[in-house]
């Protein structure tokens, strides 16, 4: 296990992660985590609540240099099946909902946030902020679905240990698992992978299953009468 650094307070382990990579030499898998984010952050910009003390903050660093730029969504697939392993042991029926949010029962239970960084045609340097809420019981921002560990299984857990088994098994996905291993586990591992669910886009709204994630991260739907249709990320969103 590389280098874990503790914090107290920061305005985000993503921030921190990269300012500090600019100063020193970091082993990859370094992981710098925190009991609280000022400004902790999700995707496109949107925020993400989290009681002091409660749940697990971190940031982990990779230097995928031997993934192609047009194959990095691979990174978000391996995240997401580390994270879910390392879940396995609190309880069944953790799903990934693409593309790399941690869902239990239609509720959020964490969400990733990458950042990578480009040099000469390759990824340099990938910096990966996880939000897992553990032991939180009481949510108070407008997040539509938040859920805890402590709600699912009634027990406080010990975050410490759950954030080394976390970074374990993601560097074991990383350095242990082909692609075509990651794509079929990560495709099987799916929210709302069994069957016709609804979608919504800027301008209509349908049913559909799953039929593909391709390499770009793209999710391939198929609705009802068989049309096929692939969206990026926040160009569909599922309907909860």
Not at 201 to 230: C, M, W
Request: hydrophobic share 35%; glycine share 8%.
């Amino acid at each position: 296990m590389a280098q874990q650094i503790f914090i107290k307070q920061t305005e985000s382990t993503n921030s921190y992660l990269k300012q500090l990579i600019k100063s020193e030499i970091l082993k990859e898998g370094t992981v710098v985590y925190t009991d609280f984010q000022t400004a902790g952050k999700g995707q496109q910009g949107n925020s993400w609540e989290s009681e002091k003390k409660k749940n697990l903050l971190f940031s982990m660093l990779l230097f995928p240099t031997h993934i192609a730029i047009d194959q990095q969504f691979i990174i978000s697939q391996i995240v997401c099946l580390g994270i879910k392993q390392a879940l396995v042991p609190f309880c069944d029926g953790i799903e990934i909902k693409w593309p790399n949010d941690i869902y239990f029962q239609n509720k959020k239970l964490g969400g990733i946030l990458i950042e990578n960084s480009l040099r000469g045609g390759q990824i340099a340097s990938c910096i990966i902020g996880i939000g897992l809420n553990i032991n939180q019981e009481k949510f108070v921002s407008n997040a539509p679905n938040p859920i805890s560990l402590k709600h699912i299984t009634g027990k406080k857990t010990r975050r410490k240990t759950l954030l080394t088994s976390v970074c374990t098994e993601i560097l074991r996905y990383y350095t242990d698992k082909t692609q075509d291993e990651i794509h079929a586990e990560y495709s099987s591992a799916l929210f709302r992978s069994d069957g016709y669910y609804p979608y919504r886009t800027r301008n209509e709204s349908f049913n559909a299953k799953i039929h593909s994630v391709y390499p770009d991260g793209r999710l391939g739907l198929e609705t009802l009468n068989g049309e096929q249709k692939s969206f990026y990320f926040k160009e569909v969103e599922f309907v909860i």
